[in-house]
């Protein structure tokens, strides 16, 4: 029927404009997730095969990134379950304590491979906060939906992981003799 | 506020997830407070550097085969008409006029088979509707390796423009001299007459709610890069270079004044398409921030390339 092909060619320019531009960071969440090319590729094509499939639920006004990368958890939560990899972690972490200290600035001259490796040092649970909302620019409230996790939990995750990030480049800074300019 | 409170609101006043009130209240002390704001320029300048080094990390870049390869699958996956669609094709209106018009073709076929005529009239009918559903494929595929192969040409511009603001407003690396946007009314038309006002004027607006960091007009010319000539407005908000760039394009848009975002390391670029110039704005602002500049400016430059008859 005429009516329902040209339906479908809409529906398919509002995803090609809104979904699909976001392929590549979709794949780079996979492979931050699963660090395999080939898996990560499998994850992306099943994330974006599902999110074709139900489109009529997105609402345009929504982030579509944060519905993508919720696709992507969910397929790639099922994976790991399926290989036994999903644990369940008790949350322990605190709360953002009452004093916060003061945090240098990170040192200089340090190269975007001594931050990718500082920011892999850092336990998973906290680094997926981190890149969740500072390099996917996911709100406390994606983020605590997507994680399943209370807002409260995403903001303490969020502030031990660049603390602990922190930590790290200054470790590697040091290793370096790289003064720090804090 | 003081200190302590403000280091405990720090990681949300940088992801923008306090009220407008507290808000102000942080923007208060920082004004007040040295400790506090290198405090925040350095957690600031982390997450830029975080964010960067992940965007640009070689071993995170999706194979483009593999993207264009799932992208075509997903078209053809989206456009394929559904086997209810395929039966109720041609007109019928639902489910009782298709089982309607079944029985019609099956005692039609029947019919033809025992009464009305020689079989192989059938089956020149059917190849003749065989013909014409490959010649519909055929149409459709070709529409899709256009749009794919326009998609191509538009992210090439694209990229173009992002290596011209590189290269031209940071690095000040060109290999032929800008032109001032005088002498460039003069050899090149009137579109470039007062193109820097209209978009300054425009870029203003797109920050009417955040007057802390006003944008500013630094310098507009006529560039060239990668053999493209751009026409190049260069603005600046709380010290990132904003590039606005106009050249002229036979591209049919991807979607005509629809603004599209697009990321290369840590730069973005927002473009749009008005009749035979593509705008496009490349800045390492936040990718929302580029589109609400490039959203704010469309409607202005519409007008200047009617004005100027471009």
């Given at each position: 029927m005429f009516g329902i092909g040209k339906q479908r060619e809409k529906e398919w320019a509002v995803f090609e404009a809104?979904?699909?531009?976001l392929m590549p960071d979709i794949f780079r969440v996979a492979k931050w997730l699963c660090r395999d090319t080939e898996i990560a590729e499998d994850l992306t094509q099943e994330t974006f095969t599902q999110a074709l499939k139900s489109f009529?639920?997105?609402?345009?006004?929504?982030?579509c990134r944060a519905w993508l990368i919720t696709i992507l958890y969910r397929i790639n939560g099922k994976r790991r379950l399926k290989l036994g990899q999903l644990k369940l972690v008790e949350d322990t972490e605190e709360q953002i304590a009452e004093t916060v200290a003061f945090e240098p600035s990170i040192p200089d001259h340090l190269t975007d491979e001594d931050i990718l490796r500082a920011i892999e040092q850092v336990p998973a649970r906290f680094s997926e906060v981190v890149l969740l909302t500072d390099?996917?620019?996911?709100?406390y409230k994606e983020a605590a939906e997507l994680l399943g996790v209370p807002i409260g939990t995403v903001m303490s995750r969020l502030h031990r992981g660049r603390r602990l990030l922190r930590q790290e480049l200054t470790g590697v800074a040091r290793e370096f003799g790289i003064a720090s300019n804090g | 506020m003081d200190c302590h409170e403000f280091r405990r609101l720090t990681d949300s006043y940088l992801n923008d997830e306090l009220l407008v009130e507290t808000n102000h209240d942080v923007l208060r002390h920082l004004e007040n407070c040295r400790d506090c704001r290198a405090q925040l320029e350095g957690q600031r300048e982390l997450r830029f550097r975080l964010r960067n080094a992940v965007v640009s990390a070689a071993n995170l870049q999706i194979d483009t085969s593999f993207a264009s390869r799932l992208q075509s699958d997903l078209r053809q996956t989206a456009l394929r008409p559904g086997i209810w669609e395929q039966l109720t094709a041609g007109g019928f209106g639902g489910l009782r006029s298709a089982a309607l018009s079944l029985a019609c073709l099956l005692v039609i076929a029947i019919g033809g088979f025992f009464?009305?005529?020689?079989l192989n009239e059938r089956s020149a009918a059917n190849n003749d509707v065989n013909q014409r559903g490959q010649n519909d494929t055929i149409v459709e595929a070709n529409r899709a390796r256009l749009a794919d192969a326009v998609k191509v040409a538009w992210n090439e511009l694209s990229s173009q423009a992002v290596g011209d603001h590189k290269n031209?407003?940071?690095?000040?690396?060109?290999?032929d001299r800008p032109i001032p946007l005088d002498e460039a009314v003069r050899q090149y038309g009137p579109l470039n007459k007062d193109i820097d006002k209209a978009v300054f004027e425009a870029a203003k607006t797109a920050f009417d709610d955040d007057r802390s960091a006003p944008i500013k007009l630094v310098e507009a010319h006529v560039c060239i890069f990668g053999g493209r000539r751009f026409t190049h407005i260069v603005l600046s908000r709380h010290g990132k270079v904003i590039s606005v760039l106009v050249t002229d394009t036979d591209l049919p848009a991807e979607s005509d004044s629809t603004v599209t975002d697009r990321i290369y390391g840590a730069s973005n670029a927002a473009g749009f398409s008005i009749g035979t110039h593509a705008i496009f704005v490349v800045s390492d602002m936040e990718p929302a921030e580029n589109i609400q500049v490039a959203r704010a400016i469309l409607p202005v430059m519409r007008r200047h390339l009617e004005t100027a008859g471009a």
């Open positions: 809104e979904a699909l531009p009529h639920r997105y609402s345009p006004e929504t982030n390099v996917e620019s996911l709100s | 009464i009305l005529g020689p031209c407003a940071v690095k000040f690396n060109l290999d």
